[in-house]
């Protein structure tokens, strides 16, 4: 009983909390990013970032963004609990924390906001773009980060997926320090709002063609991306992704579960999964250290004091106007599933597009998907590839293998030599 309560506290705690993003005062953040600026520019020395003709300065930025974009904090929730001066992140703490874990790349890389136009209204939308080896000529690789995360959490990949070739790594638009609009509350739109965003910053940055990299959320953006500009694909992989699977019956998932855990996930349906991290205030990053220390420990061997510098990155990417989660809440039907997964949709990927799935052997994710496109696309090419002892984060459980595998999956898009795989399946 004591566990019963406990959880109906906690689900009315989420209830009350979820769309409090701490309404903070917008005059303060002008003000905090003025003084970064100023400091950086002493003596005419630019911010150090290097953009090109179509990206704008971070100041500019700012000066065109509304406080609920500018903001990360902000919220456009009129909860009456917004006076409560709870969520203790700025900017400035979530690029802190960015940088800490970026230091540990070897080669060089530019962060940049490009600017995506009004694509969701009358405001200009910016999306944080991390870029390496640009001068590569060989078919670029963009990678679409999955639920919760940021451009930070590739860092066991970047280095090695640059050798070669230029790779542009997003904060998906709603997500770490990229715009945060309102989506629609349709879940078919809030996709297309997102698929917009990102061919929106395909021309800003110039890319025509592409190998396009989705893990989780992302490779459901992706897959979708693939589905709608099939033009501007080189090649389509999708890692350990998310929202390819049909929903199972109700009858199926109440025989699966005990009641009160399908009680509660049909309760939880109607909560932003990020509300708790919210809720947790200044406490969230130690609440994220002893709930997830599996993500830590997939850092701690290149990362210094990565029990600190993890969860500070994971909490400052998502203790925010929760805009990007809300979209996700839109189009997930439970945690697990879409409300219109890749499935039902895969037969209008054009033919020539060519499909890699890299998952985790170990993975929750449903790998069923991966087999059943591969069957219907008989005359494409398709291959499935497992990384032994990985789970859903395949990319940093073993990266030197995810790293090897994406790598391979690239040159041969170079070299012309892909071929339509035989066997269903690889183990690496």
Sequence with gaps: MKALNLCCALIIILLLTQNVASRRDYTGLRKEMSDILERENVNGTQWPLIYSDDITTESECYEKLDPQQADPCSSDSNDWLGWMYWCTTSITDLR?????????????????????????????????????????????????????????????????????????????????????????????????????????????????????MGHSFGGFLAASYAIKYPERISHLVLADAWGLAERPPKSEL?????????????????????????????????????????????????????????????????????????????????????????????????????????????????????????????????????????GHHVYADHPEDFNTSLNQVCAKVDSGSLVIPIENSTFL
């Design 96 to 212: 802190t924390a960015e940088d800490r874990l970026l230091e540990n790349l070897k080669d060089n890389y530019n962060r940049s906001y490009v600017n995506i136009g009004c694509v969701m209204g009358s405001e200009e939308l910016h999306v944080w773009t991390l870029k390496m080896n640009e001068a590569s000529n060989n078919t670029p690789l963009v990678m679409l980060h999955g639920f919760a995360a940021g451009v930070g959490l590739w860092i066991l990949n970047l280095d090695d997926l640059a050798k070669h070739r230029p790779v542009y790594a997003i904060d998906i638009l709603g997500f770490g320090s990229s715009s945060r609009p309102k989506f629609s509350s349709d879940p078919i739109e809030a996709e297309r709002e997102l698929l917009n965003s990102i061919e929106a910053w395909r021309k800003a940055v110039g890319l025509e063609k592409f190998i396009l």
């Design 254 to 390: 109440r025989a699966q579960y005990p009641f009160w855990k399908y009680a509660l996930a049909s309760v939880m349906q109607n909560v932003n999964p990020l509300a708790m991290v919210r809720a947790a205030g200044s406490y969230g990053p130690k609440m994220l250290k002893r709930t997830r220390p599996d993500i830590i420990r997939k850092y701690s061997g290149v990362v210094e004091d990565a029990e600190t510098v993890i969860p500070n990155y994971i909490y400052h990417c998502n203790a925010q106007n929760p805009s990007g989660e809300e979209a996700f809440h839109t189009i997930m039907s439970g945690f697990r599933w879409a409300k219109y997964p890749i499935i039902t949709r895969i037969d209008a990927l054009r033919e020539d597009i060519a499909v890699t799935f890299i998952y985790g052997a170990k993975s929750w994710i449903d790998k069923e998907p991966p087999v059943q496109i591969k069957e219907l696309r008989t005359n494409s090419y398709v291959d499935i590839q497992f990384i032994p002892d990985s």
